[in-house]
């Protein structure tokens, strides 16, 4: 059963800062080389120079963290909350022309065990987990939510932003640079903690972004349970992470492709490629971009589409047969063979192009189709391939499955900032 309680978070001084758009920034794993930059100049308290630290010879990024966390809190820029809570968080946004709103909860998850009703759907990398392990040794928090998903079956969610936030005025409220209103309230009624508690309790709980975040809690908890033996106490602050909860409501959930950009070692012709994509797929040039993309998102709802440019071309590829994945995924189950990304990798990448897409550092990947076309025309060596977005039915089916999808598979649209709501907690590894 999934464990959910209230917590004292850690939260920016609106005393001392007015501006909150200037300290949030996004989670550290969609921040490029570029937006890291933009953040860190852009004010001296933004979050970023705790969460995403930038490598300077001869400094201990994660140790300077440390010491600006504590900073921080010594001279009261970030502040604590004086009484447990949890914080309701709405985003308000614009996708394809239509307004939407998502609703959530950020709390405290407990942190699972074998048999834990927490679902995850995608691979991790150890680089990246032994990065955010050595930052939470250092700051002692978790510093961004897992992002969690249930089906509220009770619409627990709906209830708690009827009930406590609708028409009561937000304590954080702050738009981003995609115009994205974000607000947040403070909810600690007990009833509303016992509704949030026993009406999502029995859900099964799906990770849709967070991984590592989720797997590196699990690990500095291990070290701390190591750490302290039979005083291990189960409800101590480091055996619970922080989380966003919402529901699969398709009127403010959104899912975006991502799109991928392979740079090839050598120069390759469509007339090279073409017999043999032939031999898997219906193959259609389409001269026009709205219609290109108009067809693509038509086709797959109902079929296998990939769409591909290069050499200001673009190509829609229709599966021919789908019992041709039988055959080329027979390790994997069926949940699996029905991803887009799955026949990308398998088919394209590996037995047309002879690229291993996991092992590859010549892949890119964005949710920006516009941005993978500009690149392909100024690189000869490069081609775009487009994808439909994942369904959340497909991503909870293959987590149910005990699988994993292939790396970038999803992109949950907006981001929940991080900067918002912090958990730090009250012991740790020093």
């Known amino acids: 059963m999934i464990k959910i309680k209230p917590f004292k978070a850690v939260f920016y001084n609106q005393q001392k800062l007015k501006d909150l758009s200037a300290l949030v920034c996004p989670p550290y794993d969609v921040i490029s080389p570029l937006q890291q930059d933009y953040y860190h100049n852009l004010n001296p308290y933004n979050y970023i120079h705790i969460l995403l630290g930038k490598d300077i010879p001869g400094e201990d990024k ?33 996708i394809k022309g239509e ?20 679902f995850g759907h995608e691979h991790t990398r150890i680089e990246a987990k032994e990065d955010r392990l050595n930052l939470m040794r250092r700051v002692n928090a978790n510093l961004s939510p897992v992002f969690i998903i249930t ?40 009833e509303a903690l016992n509704m949030l508690q026993s009406g999502l309790q029995k859900e099964e709980a799906f990770i849709a972004d967070g991984h590592h975040r989720y797997e590196v809690s699990c690990a500095y908890r291990d070290e701390m349970k190591q750490k302290l033996g039979d005083e ?23 899912i975006l492709p991502l799109h991928r950009l392979l740079r090839l070692e050598r120069a390759v012709n469509l007339e090279q490629i073409t017999p043999a994509l032939k031999n898997y797929f219906d193959v259609e040039e389409v001269k026009d971009k709205t219609r290109f993309f108009f067809l693509m998102e038509k086709g797959g709802r109902a079929e296998h589409v990939l769409g591909m ?50 092992e590859k550092n010549n892949l890119s990947y964005s949710p920006n ?47 929940v900032l991080s900067g918002l709501v912090i958990n730090k907690h009250d012991e740790g590894v020093r």
């Open 151 to 190: 089906k509220d079956n009770q619409r627990v969610i709906q209830r708690l932003y009827e009930q406590y936030a609708k028409d009561k005025p937000a304590f954080i409220e702050l738009k981003d640079n995609a115009g994205t209103l974000h607000r947040v309230w403070r909810i600690d009624a007990p």
């Open 99 to 118: 307004k939407k709103t998502r609703l959530g909860v950020i709390a405290l998850l407990g942190l699972g065990d074998r048999g834990s009703p927490v």
């Open 62 to 94: 994660y140790a300077r963290a440390g010491l600006l966390f504590e900073n921080w809190l010594k001279n009261k820029i970030l502040i604590r909350d004086t009484r447990s809570a949890v914080y309701f968080y709405s985003q308000h946004y614009n």
């Open 232 to 254: 291990f106490p189960e409800e101590a602050s480091f055996n619970y992470t922080l989380a966003y909860f919402t529901n699969t409501d398709q009127r403010g959930l959104s």
């Open 309 to 358: 440019y290069k050499d200001k071309k673009y190509w829609l590829l229709r599966l021919k047969n789908i019992k041709i994945l039988d055959k080329l995924l027979s390790d994997k189950p069926k949940e699996y063979r029905a991803l887009d990304v799955a026949i990308l990798n398998q088919i394209i990448f590996k037995d047309i192009l002879g690229y291993d897409s996991v």
């Open 369 to 415: 189709a516009e941005e993978f076309i500009a690149a392909v025309d100024q690189d000869r060596l490069s081609i775009a391939f487009f994808l439909n977005p994942v369904k959340i039915e497909q991503i909870m089916a293959v987590a149910l499955s005990g699988n994993k999808m292939p790396a970038k598979s999803t992109y949950f649209y907006p981001k």
